[in-house]
């Protein structure tokens, strides 16, 4: 079985003025479903929700605009901000 590991990095608290350590807990990708608003959302293995928005200028993934382009992304990994903080996984059917 495949398990992905924590990338131990550091970050800024600037609000302490200190270094702190934080954890990037890659995961992949496994699904995607649209919101409420219609904005791609993909579902990775983890059990987390993550947005996967295309909205230029301040965020540019074309890809997720087409079926082809979020097929190609199944399995490619993304920082799960929410394992980072020990999230339990979302809840309900995204279908």
């Given amino acids: 079985m495949w398990f992905s590991s924590p990338r131990l990095h550091y970050g800024s608290d ?6 702190t350590l934080c954890w990037n807990m890659k ?3 496994v699904g995607f ?5 219609q904005h791609w959302v993909a579902e990775l293995e983890c059990g987390h929700n993550q ?4 909205n230029p200028p301040w ?13 190609r992304a199944l399995g490619h990994e993304l920082n799960c901000k929410k394992c980072d903080v020990g999230a ?6 995204p279908h």
């Fill in 88 to 93: 339990p996984p979302d809840q309900g059917d």
């Fill in 14 to 19: 600037w609000a302490r003025g200190r270094l």
């Fill in 51 to 54: 947005h996967v928005r295309h």
């Fill in 59 to 71: 965020t540019i993934r074309p890809w997720v605009m087409t079926e082809e382009g979020r097929d």
């Fill in 27 to 29: 995961k992949r990708i």
């Fill in 33 to 37: 479903h649209l919101d409420d608003e």
